[in-house]
DNA sequence: TGGCGATTGTTTATTTTGTAACAATAGTAA
DNA sequence: TTACTATTGTTACAAAATAAACAATCGCCA
C-alpha cells in the first residue's frame, strides 16, 4: 500500500474536489483519458499546478497518454472520501437551508445530508426533500441518535450565536457556516465561514480595482 | 487626502468585510471603542493580524483606548466600497437565488441586488422580494439598461455552460458563481467560484483528518 | 509628575501557496 | 530502429499570507 501523504495543502484540498467534479463529468461523458494542461484549462488554472496537486497526493501516471480518468476518480476519492460515513444535519431550513439539501440529494456523494433542524412549527416534524426536520430542541438527542458530524449552518445570523454551546455539547467536529456571525468554538472542531455578503463585498472590491486600474 | 493603498492582499480584503460586519454589530449595541484582541477574538484570529489588516490600509487610531468603532467603519467603508452603485443580478431563482435576495434586501448595504434571471415561465414577469425576474433570453437588455455590472450565478449546473457567452457579451465585469462548473471568462472578469459541494467535501476532509491524528 | 502596564504600529521571520524551469520518458512517425 | 515531440514528475524559485518579535507611546495611578 503506498504511503498517504498527510500534509496536504488545504488549498489543493479544494482543488482536487473541484477536479473530481470534473472528472465524473467527463467520465459521464464517456472520456477516458486526459491531459493536465485539459484539466487545467476547464478550470482556469496552469498545467503545473494540476501535476503538482497530483504529485502531492503520490498520484503517477507515466503513460504519456494523460491521466486514466477512472484511476484518477478512484485515487482522488481515497483521498478525500472517509471510510466511515459522514453524516451531514443543516440547521435552518430557509431558502438557503432547502437549496442545500435539494442539491445534495440529486448527487450521489459519499456526503449525506441525513436531518434539518429549525424553530418555525409549520416545518418541524414534515419531510422536505426527504429530510426530516426536527426541532432545535432535540439537536443534541438526534445528532447522536443519527451520528451525524458536520453541521451546515444556514439559520439567520441572529439565531447562529445562540448556537455555539449545542455544537458543542453534541460533539459536532466540523462546521460549514454561512451566516455573518463569527462562530466561538474551540480548535478541535473544523470551521470554514462563507459569508455571502462578505464573498460579494469581496468581487465588487475586485471589480472596483479592475475599474480604476483601467482609468 | 492621505493616499489609499492600492496593492492589499486578498485575505484582508475578506477579514475587513467581516470587521465591518462585526462592528456595525457592536455599533448598533452602544460600543464606541474596541480593542485589536477583541476584535480578532471575535473572529478567532490573532490581535496581530487584525491591527497588521489594519496597518495595510493605512488606518491608526494612536489612542490606547481601542479603535474608535464609528470611525473604524467609516474608514474601512472607503476602502471596500465604490462610488458609483454596483448593481447585482441573480441567474437562477431556484431556492439558492432566492436564499440570496431575501438575505440582501434585509440589509442596508451599498450592493443592490436589482434584478433576477430565469427560464421558468411561472417567476418571469413576477416580482420575488422585492426584485423583477426577467427572462434569461432578456439578459444582455437588462443588464445595460440597469446598469448591472455583477451577476451571481446559482442557477444548476448544467445551465451555467452555456452562459459564459452571455456574460462576456453583457460586458459582466464580476461574477459569483455557486454552481459546480467552472467558467470560462477572459482574465479582465472577477470570478469567485464557491460550489458548495467542493466546501462540504473540504470540511469533511479536515474532519477526517483530525480524526486520523487523534487515533 | 513620573513610572508602570497595556496597547498600538512596524519590522522581521516563518510558513504556505503558486510559478517557473528542467530533466526524464512514453508515444509517434519516418 | 531512431530521432523527435509532447507530456510528465521533480526540483528550485518567487510571491503571498501568517505569526512572532520589538519598539513606541498613551493612559492610569500613586
Same mark, same amino acid.
Request: hydrophobic share 20%; net charge positive; no cysteine.
Given at each position: 500500500m503506498s504511503n498517504i501523504p498527510s500534509n496536504i495543502p488545504e488549498k489543493t484540498i479544494e482543488r482536487l474536489s473541484e477536479y473530481r467534479r470534473t472528472l465524473l463529468r467527463c467520465h459521464k461523458q464517456g472520456i477516458t483519458h486526459i491531459f493536465s494542461h485539459v484539466l487545467a484549462g476547464m478550470h482556469g488554472i496552469t498545467a503545473v499546478q494540476v501535476r503538482r496537486d497530483l504529485m502531492l497526493i503520490g498520484? &503517477? &501516471?507515466?503513460?504519456? $497518454?494523460?491521466?486514466?480518468v477512472k484511476v484518477l476518480i478512484d485515487f482522488i476519492s481515497s483521498i478525500l472520501d472517509s471510510e466511515s460515513p459522514m453524516n451531514i444535519g443543516v440547521i435552518g431550513m430557509g431558502h438557503l437551508g432547502q437549496a442545500i439539501t435539494k442539491y445534495f440529494n440529486s448527487k450521489d456523494l459519499k456526503? $449525506?445530508?441525513?436531518a434539518a433542524f429549525d424553530i418555525d412549527q409549520n416545518k418541524v416534524g414534515t419531510m422536505i426533500d426527504g429530510i426530516p426536520v426536527f426541532h432545535m430542541d432535540e439537536f443534541e438527542e438526534r445528532v447522536s441518535e443519527l451520528g451525524i458530524n458536520i453541521v451546515v449552518l444556514s439559520s439567520p445570523a441572529r439565531v447562529a450565536s445562540e448556537l455555539d454551546v449545542p455544537i458543542i455539547n453534541a460533539g459536532i467536529k466540523g462546521v460549514l457556516n454561512f451566516t455573518s456571525k463569527p462562530l466561538n468554538l474551540p480548535h478541535g472542531i473544523v470551521v470554514e465561514n462563507y459569508d455571502i455578503t462578505t464573498l460579494l463585498e469581496k468581487v465588487a472590491y475586485f471589480v472596483k480595482e479592475n475599474e480604476e486600474k483601467d482609468i
Open positions: 498520484f &503517477s &501516471s507515466d503513460t504519456k $497518454k494523460g491521466y486514466d456526503l $449525506k445530508i441525513t
